[in-house]
Structure formats: C-alpha cells, structure tokens
C-alpha cells in the first residue's frame, strides 16, 4: 500500500503500465489485509484474490503492449481472456456460493475445483510471461526486467502453495502465511524498476544454473504427474492408486536408469534450454576457461598437443570426436593426429594441395552436411573429396590459419543432437581456430629448434668420428702395402691381406655414404635393374628372417643404385624388427605409367598416426633399444635425393606399408636438392 500510494504521484515512472499497476498494489493490499482480518477461506478473500489476479494479469498486458508490438501480442489475446474468464468464473462462484449449502463431499469436490483453476491460472500466466519477455527487444528488456521478476514471484509462490494444497487435499496454514513474504519480495522487485539506474540492476543466471533447474523441474513434474494419476485412481479405482504409485514408481527408475545416461539426451536438452532461454549459444566466459585448461593441460599422463587441439574444438560443439589434418612435403593434407574417431578411412592425401590454397585464401568453416547438398558458396564443393562426403560423421570442416599460413584443417564429427551451424558456431570456430593455429605453429617451431640443436650436436661428433675413420682406413691401406712387401708367412700374408683389404673396403664405403650428404657426394646416374635389386637386398637376410620379393620380370631404372639400395635395406630392417620371427616381410614392385612403385609391407605392430608424424623419420628417435634412430631418416632423404617420395601407411596391430615412388629418369636438379623435415605422408586404413 505504502508504494501504491508513493506511485500515486508519479504513474511515469511505471510506464504504460503506471494505472495498471496501481490498482494491482492497491488490490493486493486490500486483499492481504481482509485474510489477516477474517479469514483465507472465506467467500470474500476469494473474490479479492480473483481480482488481484485479473490486476495483476492486466498490469502484463500494459507491460507488454507499451512499446507497439500489437504483432506480437495479439496472437496470446485469447490466453490472456481465458486466464481472466478463470478467475470471473472465481469471482461468480463467491457471489452465489453463500446462498448454497453443501455436503462434505461435496465441499471437497469444490475445494479441489478452486484450486484447480488456481493451478491452471499461475501456470498459464507464468508461461505468458516467459513468452513475452523472451520475444521483447533487447532495449525494452532493459525496462521490464524487473517488473517481470516480481510479478513472476507472487505467481511462483502460488503455484507451489496450491500444488501442495491440491496433493494434500487440505489448505496448508503455515504456507500460506507467508504469502506476506512473497508480497513484499514483489515490492522489492518493483522498486528497482522505478528508479532511473534500473539499467544497472541486472539479473544473469548461468547455464550451469539453469540446467540445474531444469533438472529440478523435470523431477517435480514427474512427481506432480505421478501423484495426479495416483489422486485419479483413488477416485476411480479405489485400492488400484497404490498398486498404480509403486509400479509407475518402477516404470521412472528404469526409464531414468536407461534415458539419463544419454549423451543424446542431454546434448538435446542443452540444445533445447540454450535455445529458449539465452539470446547466445555459447557460455563465452566459459568455453574460454574450458578451451585453456584443456590446451595447457601438462604432465606425463596427458595426451599430445594435437588430440587436445582437436578435444578442444570438439568440446565447443558436442562433437564425440574429431581428426587432425596437417600439411606433408607436398602441400597436401594428411592425417596427423584422431581424437575418439577410429573408425574414420582417412586416405593418403586426405585433402589434396587444392585445398590447402583453397582454405588459405578463404578461410572458410566448411558445413558438410550444407556442401551434400550441393551448396557451394565459395567454391567449398570442389575441394571436399569423396571420402569426406561418403563419412556420414563428417560435420564439418575447421581451418586453422597462422598469419594466412595454413597450420591444419580439423574435421568434427557429427554431435549425438543434429542441428545446423549458425553465425555464432562460425564466429567461434573461426576464433578458436586461429588460437588452436599459433599453438601447433608455436610447437612446431620449437620442435624444429631442438632437431636443429641435434643436429649441430651430430655433426660436431661426427666431424670427429670422420677424422678417426679417415685415419684408420689410411692406416688399413698402409698396413697391407707393407704386409704385401714383408711378411714372410704366405699364408697368414694372405689370411692379413683379406682381412685388412675387406676391413678398408668398408670403411671406405663408409665415408663414402656420409660424404652423400654434403655438397660434393652427389653419384652418377646408372641404368640398373630394381627387381635384381630387390632381390639383393634379400638376400642379405637369408638365414635371419625370410623375406619375399614379389616381382615379374625385370623393371629397368635410371638413378642410384647404391642410394635405393641403402634405403630397402633400412625399410626392410625396420619391417624385420616389428614383426614375429618367421613372419615374412613383402618387397612388391609394380611398373607405373610415370615410374616405378616399391612397397615394403610388414605384418607387426604397427604405429599410430602420432608416431608417425612426430617420431618414425625425426632423427635420434628410436623404438629400438640401442638404435640410433636415423635409418628411416636416411631412407627419405636417400629416396628424396633421387627424386622420389616416401609414403607410409600404418594401423596399429595390423602392419605397416612403407611406399617408394620413383620416376624413370630423375631431373638433374633431383639429387642436387635437399629435402625438407617436414610431417610424411600417411594413412589409417
């Protein structure tokens, strides 16, 4: 009453709604004190109830209607005239009630009748106004945030006051004695709403605490239904109501035992909530901490940088799991890394040189579901391939762009909730992506710091190893001159001469072979035959483990022997090592228009994508105890230097297949370059 009266003089600060509003207090005042006078359940408490929510439901209307939008208010008229024909019909009631005498029976049935158009009207004008607020515009929410909150706490406590009069089928005295409260939380709510830093006052919950409630409403409409049925049947079918309770009871636990677990089904709540109560998808604050802690996150037992670039991505979108698409020697994209996707064919290449450009120049998220059906805005249709577009997890495509430098293309998996990407994913992606791209190029750097650091270490050593090696073959060739000259035994002369001269010959070939790495060891190109070759290669593992060339007939060759034969040597090495003793390691070679195809295939352990990537051709890495770690190392640079490449396929468990692609007759400027340390070519069958 004392705000109705101050409001009185200043129906302004109300808005359209100021008269409206001032006859609600003043309705509700009066009807507050005629309950602390007489009685609740008297005929004329009922009727000033009646009238303080038509008030009330008015003062909505006013709020709602004020800045013009008949559009949207329109279409809820007929909610609004059947909530106050409720509480006519309330009003009516408590005029010709008084003539009437009832039964105790009879009296129940009417009890329950009143309160049960109380229900329907809280309930239904507590949906309006939701409805209403959520279509407002963001500069008229500023104005009816708080009228709103306070007329949504007079309904609220009400319609918890008459769900527990209507289950208990009695009115709850000590309940409904706060109702005073609950009046004076809605002045207080009023208050802020009439002062002119009402901007100011802003009321936010999180989603983490709207979830909550809603979890919390869920439950309490379970129980609500639950109970209604079981009031139904006491009704109806008399001792059934129990037996109906414990089995409907029964029925709940096991539906939440096999629903509630699901990421589907919670994926479309958040969905659901995140799309009717907030005007952004995304937590911002949020994800941003999430985003950090799973980037930064350290230590022996966490995965590699790459799995938690693609988990990052993932975690914005639900996506169950992801792949990791990074740049090869041949600007092509291949796989580097999988997060919870090992079911995914990924191809070698996976994205063709085409798309590298394509996403460097554009930068676009690619939709995958948007390019199946044939959309193609910037030309994203034509650099999909087909293996992407027959993966139906496939959702969409991430670039991740440092400087314009294309660092990878990340492809998230389709959520357990389909839904379409929007503005807001795109924005965010895009973001994330960018700070994803100066992490892996921040990693790569530093990682090709520390080879560099290695290799002056190695080459330091090995400048030494070289003098001493020079120094012993010299001393080799000088020993079995002399030998030739002065031993006087002919046969340990001869026994010395053999052991010596094979001794210098492969110290010799030594430096030979380390002496191909700097500017002058560059061989002479010689016609030779591969299979031969191959089948030399062997041959030096007879006795050791078997090995089988498949080959038929004789593939001529233009290049260096001596340089693929120490490559197959290494590959088969390595073929040998990984697989059980008397598994036999495949040397298949196949005449192609353009060259020559050497694969060396092995049925061993195999090794996973991040292996491949970061350690099989680093130097100084081994899988072996004692390996030095530079013999697949030598085979690329070996293959490179003829002009060649080398490819590698591999799946954990199954095998691996190590792929050599020669051209017939090399370009001159082939062995004269060097080639890159980059990211090889692979594949996951």
Avoid at 325 to 346: F, I, K, M
């Amino acid at each position: 009453m004392t705000l109705a009266i101050w409001l009185a003089g200043r129906r302004s600060a109300a808005g359209a709604a100021g008269t409206a509003l001032l006859v609600a207090l003043v309705l509700s005042a009066t009807w507050a004190m005629a309950i602390a006078a007489t009685n609740v359940d008297t005929h004329v408490a009922h009727m000033l109830e009646a009238g303080r929510n038509l008030a009330w439901l008015f003062v909505v209307y006013r709020l709602f209607s004020a800045d013009g939008r008949h559009t949207l208010v329109r279409p809820i008229r007929p909610v609004m005239l059947s909530l106050a024909a409720i509480e006519l019909f309330q009003i009516l009631q408590g005029i010709i009630a008084p003539g009437f005498t009832f039964a105790s029976s009879t009296s129940d049935v009417l009890f329950h009748m009143a309160i049960m158009f109380r229900l329907m009207f809280t309930i239904g004008g507590l949906v309006l106004l939701h409805n209403l607020y959520g279509g407002a515009s963001v500069s008229t929410r500023a104005v009816l945030h708080w009228p709103t909150v306070g007329v949504a706490v007079l309904w609220l406590f009400d319609l918890n006051l008459y769900t527990v009069a209507y289950l208990t089928g009695a009115w709850p005295d000590e309940l409904a004695a706060l109702r005073g409260c609950a009046l004076v939380a809605t002045v207080a709510a009023l208050l802020p709403g009439m002062t002119g830093r009402r901007a100011e006052l802003r009321f936010s919950p999180s989603r983490a605490v709207a979830f909550e409630l809603a979890s919390l409403l869920g439950i309490g409409l379970y129980l609500l239904v639950m109970t209604a049925l079981g009031k139904w049947l006491s009704y109806v079918g008399g001792g059934f109501a129990s037996l109906f309770r414990f089995g409907f009871l029964l029925a709940g636990v096991a539906a939440a035992a096999l629903v509630l677990p699901s990421r589907r089904l919670r994926g479309w709540l958040k969905v659901t909530l995140v799309k009717h109560l907030f005007r952004h998808r995304y937590d911002y604050r949020a994800e941003w901490l999430r985003f950090n802690r799973t980037i930064g996150r350290a230590g022996s037992g966490s995965a590699p940088l790459e799995q938690r670039a693609i988990q990052s991505l993932c975690d914005i979108t639900d996506s169950p799991g992801g792949l990791l698409l990074g740049p090869n020697d041949h600007a092509e994209l291949v796989l580097s890394a999988e997060w919870q996707w090992r079911t995914a064919e990924v191809p070698a290449p996976a994205l063709s040189a085409e798309a590298c450009a394509f996403f460097e120049r554009t930068g676009l998220i690619v939709d995958m579901d948007q390019v199946r059906r044939g959309g193609d805005a910037q030309g994203e249709g034509k650099i999909v391939p087909a293996w992407l577009l027959c993966e139906p997890m496939a959702w969409a495509l991430v670039p991740l762009l440092h400087f314009d430098r294309l660092v990878g293309v990340v492809v998230l998996a389709r959520p357990k909730v389909a839904r379409m990407l929007d503005w807001e994913d795109f924005d965010l992606l895009r973001v994330v992506g960018q700070q994803l791209a100066s992490y892996l190029a921040e990693h790569a750097g530093q990682d090709a710091l520390a080879e560099a650091a290695r290799f002056d270490e190695f080459n330091r050593r090995i400048a030494f190893v070289m003098h001493d090696i020079k120094n012993l073959a010299s001393q080799f060739s000088l020993l079995a001159r002399n030998a030739e000259r002065h031993a006087e035994n002919p046969q340990f002369r001869a026994d010395m001469l053999v052991t010596l001269r094979n001794s210098a010959e492969k110290l010799n070939a030594l430096i030979v072979r380390l002496n191909r790495y700097g500017k002058n060891g560059r061989e002479a190109l010689v016609d030779f035959d591969v299979a031969a070759l191959a089948r030399t290669v062997a041959g030096q593992f007879d006795g050791r483990h078997p090995v089988v060339v498949n080959v038929e007939g004789a593939i001529p060759l233009l290049g260096h022997a001596e340089a693929l034969e120490q490559a197959l040597v290494h590959l088969v090495q390595n073929g040998v090592d990984a697989s059980l003793p008397g598994t036999p390691v495949f040397i298949g070679l196949t005449r192609e228009p353009a060259g020559v195809r050497i694969e060396i295939v092995d049925s061993g352990a195999g090794m996973s994508p991040d292996f491949i990537r970061t350690k099989l051709f680093k130097p100084f890495v081994s899988s072996k105890s004692g390996g030095f770690g530079i013999g697949a190392c030598e085979a690329r640079e070996l293959v490179h230097g003829m002009g060649g490449r080398l490819d590698v396929e591999s799946r954990e468990g199954i095998g691996s297949r190590f792929i050599i692609r020669l051209p017939l007759e090399p370009a001159a400027s082939a062995s004269e370059a060097s080639a890159p340390q980059s990211v090889p070519q692979q594949k996951v069958a």
